[in-house]
């Protein structure tokens, strides 16, 4: 009974073998399937949103600066604020390096944030603190150039209130707007500082 099962078993290593070669026939150039890259992740681009007072605001704004960037909603009950208080904290251990860091918060509840009430809420982190609004076009945009997701969630037991689930991470882009690392929720304030000291 063990001959036939080794004979299978042996049988369907010499098949893929033969297969495997096979293909390299065919295909005797294998560097057309070879995946190029540039290094450079696909993170961050450009994005034309809304600020205190209503004044459009690009990413070329803050070009000569790093950008600490957080997406989330002025009515988020724990990841949002617990995220800024982070990024104050460790901005405020940085001492005179973070005039170099512009912490920007962009909402991703345009419906009721809008830029002046987004602009009061990041205000209680810290002065240094930029708000973003927009259409939801613009929101959705500048969400997908940062590969951040999320997605409204409302149920009957909410009413009209609803809730919006959202990825969570801090994104420092260079002074030349490019990406450079990301910062993981739940990174404590002296961890975060000393991965912004890094790269200032």
Request: aromatic residues 10%; proline residues 6%.
């Amino acid at each position: 009974m063990r001959r036939p099962l080794f004979l299978v078993i042996v049988g369907g290593f010499l098949l893929g073998a033969l297969l495997g070669v096979g293909a390299l026939i065919l295909d005797g150039d294998t560097s057309r399937n070879r995946v190029v890259t540039s290094g450079k992740a696909l993170i961050g681009g450009p994005f034309e949103l809304v600020g205190k007072g209503g004044k459009t605001v690009t990413d070329k704004d803050f070009r000569g600066r790093y950008m600490l960037v957080f997406f989330g909603f002025t009515r988020c009950p724990d990841i949002c604020p617990a995220e800024l208080q982070v990024m104050s904290t460790a901005l405020d251990e940085l001492g005179g390096d973070a005039d170099k860091v512009v912490p920007v918060f962009i909402t991703l509840d345009p419906e009721r944030d809008t830029p002046d009430s987004v602009t009061s809420y990041v205000e209680n982190f810290g002065p240094n603190f930029v708000g973003l609004s927009g259409s939801p076009e613009a929101i959705a945009k500048a969400a997908k150039a940062y590969r951040v997701t999320y997605q409204k969630f409302q149920d009957e037991s909410m009413g009209d209130n609803y809730t919006i689930d959202h990825s969570a991470l801090a994104y420092l882009m260079g002074p030349d707007g490019e990406f450079v690392t990301h910062i993981p929720y739940g990174t404590s304030p002296d961890k975060m500082a000393e991965t912004l000291r890094r790269y200032l």
